[in-house]
């Protein structure tokens, strides 16, 4: 049986435990022979100095000492010997000495984070993969974090173009996928990113599974997940891993070539779930209805409006005022146009939460956000009841806020709407228009729970995804 551990980046203790534990496993003569695979490290993969590769061998030591650590306070009793591999280019994954270090006394490997691109052009085909290979087939877990968890998909995503990062991750040029692969042992039926809540990533990863026809497997800071044969049999750490399974559509639109898609069905996952099985896949039924997103008879159009105000030039907007604000929705409902620069006042409910100050307070946000019973809501003004909104998805990093309102509201839909995009409401429907993408969360037929560690567990939500012109009919 092939055990494959990624683990989404981060230094968490608890994800090397859980490790250390499996290896012990396969330990037959007293002492846990761990080994520890920098090849993410090198800023070149073909061609290393002598001062980088000192220092690069110096930080990859801090990362065996904390493994070994962890490996005797884990497992007290046992004794547990931990060797740097030390291969930072391709002519190191050549050299007889470092392959002779995978002998069958291994009993685990780990492959530290950094670049996977530059993994796998040191590792690829040479014999120390195919010791790793062999190793693996016997049934040793290889377990990797951030770049060393995305090597572990045969279909490897490498990252995204110059100049685009999370919030671009559903244009086109918002990933990449790596020509040559990743580890030859990898999973094929999974393609893997990490640090996804924390980041901001699932738009990237929900791209990558439209292109590829895989599922996604997004995997958190500090969090992995044990494949056991292509099965999720288990997740470890404190946040949680996202399933995305590949949609019925797909196609790029809008001004940037944005991706739009119809039925992607996403799980989140946390320690104490069920296992995920990518061959049992039962998916939802495949009608929807949008209802909810159409204007009450005799009501104007409702422009709902993600900085893209400009695009309706002369539009009475929503003032901040109380009374004022009656007085708009009261002459909306009448038949005038009503422009809302905020759109989740629109909703049944709001997350009041304002956006947090700084990248590192954005992406902690963002991690708790997937949280049980966060973000906290309060009411919003009911124009459309059915439905609750979100600004700034992408940039925000704000995936959780929608799942989190499918959650604690299960008969709404959540909608989502990215920097530069507007949806008009009307008495027949919805229109996107704009230069981004209008993401609906519908988990009305989901099943949600909590994990073993507090994070959110769903199977079951859908995911749709609009762009400039398309339309949203009930």
């Known amino acids: 049986m092939v055990h494959l551990l990624p683990i989404g980046g981060g230094r968490d203790p608890g ?3 859980y490790f250390a534990a499996r290896a012990a496993v396969r330990d037959t003569d007293g002492v846990i022979e761990l080994r520890v695979l920098p090849a993410t490290y090198a800023s070149d ?50 050299a007889a000495d470092n392959v002779a270090l995978l002998g069958a006394d291994v009993d685990g490997v780990i492959c530290l984070g950094g670049d996977q691109m530059v993994a796998m052009r040191v590792l690829a085909g040479t014999p120390l993969e195919a010791a790793l290979a062999e190793r693996v087939a016997d049934g040793v877990p290889f377990c990797g974090s951030s770049a060393g968890a995305t090597i572990q998909s045969r279909t490897m995503l490498a990252g995204a173009s110059e100049g685009f990062g999370p919030a671009e991750g559903l244009r086109a040029g918002g990933l990449e996928i790596w020509p040559a692969g990743g580890l030859k042992f990898g999973a094929r039926k999974y393609i893997i990113d990490q640090h996804l809540y924390q980041r901001g990533r699932l738009g990237r990863l929900i791209h990558a599974v439209a292109v590829t026809g895989l599922t996604g497997l997004g995997l958190d800071r500090d969090t992995g997940v044990h494949l056991q044969d292509e099965v999720v049999t288990a997740v470890f750490g404190p946040s949680g891993a996202v399933i995305v399974e590949p949609p019925q559509t797909w196609a790029y639109g809008g001004p940037n070539r944005t991706l739009g898609g119809r039925g992607f069905v996403t799980h989140l996952l946390g320690p104490g779930c069920d296992p995920y099985d990518p061959g049992a896949v039962r998916r939802p039924p495949a009608g929807r209805d949008f209802a909810c997103l159409r204007a009450p008879a005799g009501a104007g159009p409702l422009i709902l409006a993600c900085g893209a105000e400009g695009l309706f030039p002369g539009v009475f907007a929503l003032p901040p005022d109380g009374e004022a604000a009656g007085v708009a929705v009261a002459r909306w409902r009448a038949g005038e146009p009503l422009l809302l620069p ?24 963002a991690i708790r956000w997937f949280r049980a019973g966060s ?39 959540a909608v989502g709407l990215e920097r530069g995009t507007l949806l008009v409401v009307g008495p027949d429907g919805a229109r996107v228009a704009g230069a981004g993408a209008v993401v609906v969360v519908d988990g009305r037929n989901a099943a949600f729970s909590t994990a073993e560690n507090g994070v959110l567990a769903v199977r079951g939500v859908r995911i749709d995804i609009f762009v400039d012109g398309e339309e949203i009919c009930p």
Request: charged letters at 25%.
């Open 45 to 94: 993969p073909l061609a290393i100095s002598p001062a980088e590769r000192q220092e690069r061998l110096l930080i990859a030591d801090d990362r065996r000492a904390d493994l070994e650590e962890v490996c005797r306070q884990s497992l007290p009793g046992r004794a547990c010997r931990v060797r740097l591999l030390p291969v930072l280019v391709r002519e190191d994954a050549r």
């Open 375 to 413: 973000p906290g809501m309060v009411p919003g003004l009911g124009l459309l009841p059915g439905v609750a909104f979100e600004s700034d998805l992408l940039h925000g990093k704000r995936w959780g806020r929608l799942y989190g309102v499918a959650a604690a509201h299960p008969g709404l839909v």
């Open 15 to 17: 994800p090397l435990a």
């Open 342 to 365: 905020d759109p989740a006042l629109a909703g049944a409910v709001r997350c009041p939460e304002p956006a947090p100050a700084g990248a590192e307070a954005v992406e902690a946000a």
